[in-house]
């Protein structure tokens, strides 16, 4: 199985300041079938299934504020917030489609300094 | 946009057997991979299984395999996961979901909580 690391396992930042999430995997999740990086990020708040915010490691979803970015390949990601407004704080959780079974990262929670 | 709606979820023994729902508001989803996710209270998500679109093929995460069994009725839109010899480990708020990713939907139900307890 491919085991995905978050990092941290928590995060306070101050509103307006920049977040940055890491995510690495114990195996690539570049697939050269479509060449894209089988990676995608979750922001999920209390009470609420996850969102989709970004797919394909890179690619944000069809109405994700641009303050959300993903980056990264191969095995080492990173989620970043750019400015962080109060209606982020959340848990992120990066998840790989890379294989079955799917695997997702242990989460960071995300909260405001 | 389709709606993923989870019942069955509650209170039960552990070694006790619980089926669960997960009926969609389109036919839609019949075209779908279905999965069903787990998280347990105040911990991440948790990957249980997957059903092809078909129902042809399932793959249980080796945590679950043995004890449940996910199905689908596509004429009813509705996906199934039977959860049997229930441990005290399995106490989560279960989801249905695509599990999407760029050309495919990423749907989720709001999920139905099952507690594993004596």
């Known amino acids: 199985d491919i085991v995905m690391t978050q990092s941290p396992d928590s995060l306070a930042v101050s509103l307006g300041e920049r977040a940055t999430i890491n995510c690495k995997s114990s195996?690539?999740?570049?697939?050269?079938?479509?060449?894209?990086?089988?990676l995608v990020w979750y922001q999920q708040k209390p009470g609420q299934p996850p969102k989709l915010l970004i797919y394909?490691?890179?690619t944000r979803e069809s109405g994700v504020p641009d303050r959300f970015s993903g980056s990264g390949s191969g095995t080492d990601f990173t989620l970043t917030i750019s400015s962080l407004q109060a209606e982020d704080v959340a848990v992120y959780y990066c998840?790989?489609?890379?294989?079955?079974?799917?695997?997702f990262g242990q989460g960071t929670r995300l909260e405001i300094k | 946009e389709v709606q993923l709606v989870e019942s069955g979820g509650s209170l039960v023994q552990p070694g006790g057997s619980l089926r669960l729902s997960c009926a969609a508001s389109?036919?839609?989803?019949?075209?779908?991979?279905m999965h069903w996710v787990r998280q347990a209270p105040g911990k991440g998500l948790e990957w249980v299984s997957v059903?092809?679109?078909?129902?042809?093929?399932?793959i249980y995460a080796d945590s679950v395999k043995g004890r449940f069994t996910t199905s689908r009725d596509n004429a009813r839109n509705t996906v199934y996961l039977q959860m049997n010899r229930l441990r005290v480990e399995d106490t989560a708020v279960y989801y249905c979901?695509?599990?999407?990713?760029?050309?495919?939907?990423?749907?989720w139900g709001q999920g139905t909580l099952v507690t594993v307890d004596s």
């Open positions: 979901t695509t599990l999407g990713a760029g050309n495919i939907n990423d749907y």
């Open positions: 389109e036919s839609t989803v019949n075209g779908h991979w």
């Open positions: 059903i092809k679109n078909d129902g042809s093929s399932t």
């Open positions: 195996q690539s999740l570049f697939s050269s079938s479509n060449n894209k990086n089988n």
């Open positions: 394909g490691a890179s």
């Open positions: 998840r790989q489609y890379y294989t079955i079974p799917v695997t």
